[in-house]
């Protein structure tokens, strides 16, 4: 089945420094969705990419969507306290009916 | 407006018993779905419903029943409850399946003993 790995599993950083996740899929996807969990919180829908090659930003966040639509990133410049949580990557298909989650990214970020 | 409703947000069962978690959504949303989340293990979706009276399993089905009577609500039926079952429970919906915003609930943090 449709396998979507994320990496890395857990990143530090100070902050004011810039992070990025990786989102990898096993098969070629319709879309793509970034979500981030506050610790003790749900996951909270960011953006979604469809087309290949896209690029979105919102703020201080970039999302990329790869050509070949098997691959997405997220970047954080400069990050802030309140960036702290879990950043998941979910691959759609269409016609499979669902999307699949990648085990997410958790970010810490020391003052 | 509601969105995703989930109770209970705390359950602790004992080793055997069942019990149902309740999911109900008022967007009108056609697709459903349960997760369970364990720690360093992401998501994993367990049941998902495309539409009322359609459900189908994920990926850890095992120990798990679901029903979708309506469109509204979708709950998931612990039939003999296990340690292994210990976990935080995500109820999810959406406008249709296979990528489109996913609005997750509080979650229901069960424990089993």
């Known amino acids: 089945g449709q396998q979507v790995m994320q990496i890395p599993q857990y990143q530090h950083v100070q902050e004011g420094e810039d992070f990025t996740t990786y989102c990898n899929s096993s098969?070629?996807?319709?879309?793509i969705q970034w979500y981030k969990q506050r610790p003790g919180g749900h996951p909270v829908f960011l953006i979604q990419?469809?087309?290949?090659?896209e690029v979105k930003k919102q703020k201080r966040l970039t999302f990329q969507f790869g050509e070949a639509k098997k691959n997405s990133s997220l970047h954080i410049t400069a990050t802030q306290t309140t960036d702290v949580g879990t950043y998941f990557c979910?691959?759609?298909?269409?016609?499979?009916?669902?999307?699949?989650f990648g085990d997410g990214t958790t970010l810490t970020v020391k003052p | 407006n509601a969105g995703v409703t989930q109770t209970p947000k705390f359950q602790v069962l004992k080793t055997g018993q069942s019990m149902t978690l309740q999911c109900a959504q008022d967007m009108n949303h056609e697709y459903m779905s349960w997760y369970r989340q364990d720690p360093g293990m992401g998501l994993r979706l367990i049941h998902y419903?495309?539409?009322?009276?359609?459900?189908d399993q994920g990926e850890v089905p095992n120990g798990y029943n679901v029903s979708r009577s309506t469109t509204e609500d979708f709950p998931l039926r612990l039939l003999s409850a296990a340690p292994s079952q210990t976990s935080v429970y995500f109820c999810?919906?959406?406008?249709?399946?296979?990528?489109?915003?996913?609005?997750f609930g509080q979650g229901t943090r069960l424990t089993v003993v």
């Open positions: 098969t070629t996807l319709s879309n």
């Open positions: 999810a919906s959406s406008y249709v399946a296979g990528g489109t915003e996913a609005f």
């Open positions: 990419l469809v087309k290949s090659g």
């Open positions: 979910a691959g759609g298909k269409t016609n499979a009916g669902k999307s699949t």
């Open positions: 419903s495309v539409g009322a009276g359609i459900t």
